[in-house]
Nanobody, 122 residues
Framework: VQLQASGGGLVQAGASLRLSCTAS????????IGWFRQGPGKEREFVSA????????VYSDSVKGRFTISRDNDAKTVFLMMNSLKSEDTAVYYC????????????????WGPGTLVTVSS
């Protein structure tokens, strides 16, 4: 599975952005997909993940209630809708594919795509 994240940009605090993670490969629909982020000088951290069917999703405490993950298996795309953005959401966002999930630990993810930069100005 090859992944490509897109949709990042520069926004003001309180704004919204929708990230997309588009995949190639016939097995996309069998993978859970997770979003992680890495802020300046920080470790990569878990944001959200969704299982293969879209029926189960998990979120980090820092984004719960503000971010929503969803997927469209026909389009081979997972979305991360980010509302009420804060300056602390500034990071490079990565999507990864995990054979079982949703999982919040990086160790379970087999495939990663290049990230997309989100910058939130206060």
């Amino acid at each position: 599975v090859q992944l490509q994240a897109s949709g990042g940009g520069l926004v003001q605090a309180g704004a919204s952005l929708r990230l997309s993670c588009t995949a190639s490969g016939r097995t996309f629909s069998t993978y859970a997909i997770g979003w992680f982020r890495q802020g300046p000088g920080k470790e990569r951290e878990f944001v959200s993940a969704i299982n293969w069917s879209g029926s189960n999703a998990v979120y980090s405490d820092s984004v719960k209630g503000r971010f929503t993950i969803s997927r469209d298996n026909d389009a081979k795309t997972v979305f991360l809708m980010m509302n009420s953005l804060k300056s602390e959401d500034t990071a490079v966002y990565y999507c990864g594919a995990c054979p079982r999930g949703p999982r919040s630990e990086r160790i379970w993810y087999d495939f990663w795509g290049p990230g997309t930069l989100v910058t939130v100005s206060s």
